[in-house]
């Protein structure tokens, strides 16, 4: 069952703020840097972004996903969690950014 997102400002300065956001219990430090994967092209290996470079949340095109059968069986199965092997937060985009 999916829980309510939760931001919690834990400091701030002038117009910054550093802040928690969680949501369905996985949770990163805001700012934060979100790459954009693309699974047809992975300029950088998801372990990479995780254990390299820290990354606790990524983006993904959902079009791209969508529109090939086989990433969408995949997806559609297993969950796209366990489909990119990424533990932290996953973003979806139309691919409209």
């Known amino acids: 069952m999916a829980h309510e997102p939760r ?8 117009g910054a703020r ?3 956001l969680e949501i ?4 990163i430090e805001t700012p934060a840097i979100m ?3 693309n699974p047809n092209k992975p300029t ?10 820290g990354i606790g949340i990524v983006m993904t095109n959902s079009y791209i996903l969508y529109k090939n059968p086989d990433l969408r069986d995949k997806v559609i199965g ?4 366990r489909f ?11 691919g409209s950014y």
């Open 7 to 14: 931001f919690q400002i834990k400091d701030k300065d002038i």
């Open 18 to 20: 550093i802040g928690e």
């Open 24 to 27: 369905n219990g996985k949770g």
């Open 35 to 37: 790459p954009v994967y």
């Open 44 to 53: 950088i290996p998801i372990k990479d972004l995780k254990d390299k470079f």
């Open 78 to 81: 297993d969950g796209i969690h």
């Open 84 to 94: 990119l092997n990424f533990d932290g937060l996953i973003a979806t985009d139309s």
